[in-house]
């Protein structure tokens, strides 16, 4: 069983130097615009974040989007020790973190089938207008796999 979407819609860079790596894709592709989001974000779900199966409120961190004609750079540099981001950059160092597929939904589903594939879920947010999830598939495929949900 597949996920039930193969549209990347970002690519998550971890790094230790926001500035410096931002400014290394923006030279490499420019600043490109965002994606127009038209939609209304209305809360369906009560939100929620747990890291490794447990709840956790404090993800301290910068952030900046570099966009392509077709996806973005999320990147994110931790300024915190207990979440995924962190725990990646202490391993990794400054590098791709994850590749995130737009879901057809419900979120649920790809995680089933994630699951079902032997990749167990390590972090996952609900804002109440979208979810997320990681997947710990590093060990197979040298990244992260994130599938998101908009409600």
């Not at 038209?38 to 447990?54: A, D, F, I, Q, S």
């Not at 973005?72 to 990794?92: S, V």
């Amino acid at each position: 069983m597949a996920l039930s979407s193969t549209n990347v819609i970002k690519v998550i860079v971890v790094t230790d130097d926001l500035e410096r790596t931002v400014k290394g894709y923006k030279t490499l592709l420019g600043t490109g615009t965002a994606p127009e989001d038209n939609e209304e974000h209305k809360m369906v779900r009560t939100p929620l974040t747990t890291y490794k199966g447990r709840p956790i409120t404090d993800t301290p961190m910068k952030v900046e989007s570099v966009f392509s004609d077709n996806f973005w750079f999320e990147i994110i540099q931790p300024l915190g020790d207990n979440d995924p981001w962190a725990a990646w950059l202490k391993e990794h160092g400054t590098s791709i973190y994850s590749v995130c597929f737009l879901s057809d939904g419900p979120l649920e589903n790809d995680e089933a089938t994630m699951k079902a594939a032997g990749y167990e879920s390590i972090f996952k947010q609900e804002k109440g207008y979208e979810a997320y999830e990681y997947f710990d598939t590093a060990k197979d495929l040298g990244v992260l796999i994130e599938v998101k949900e908009h409600y």
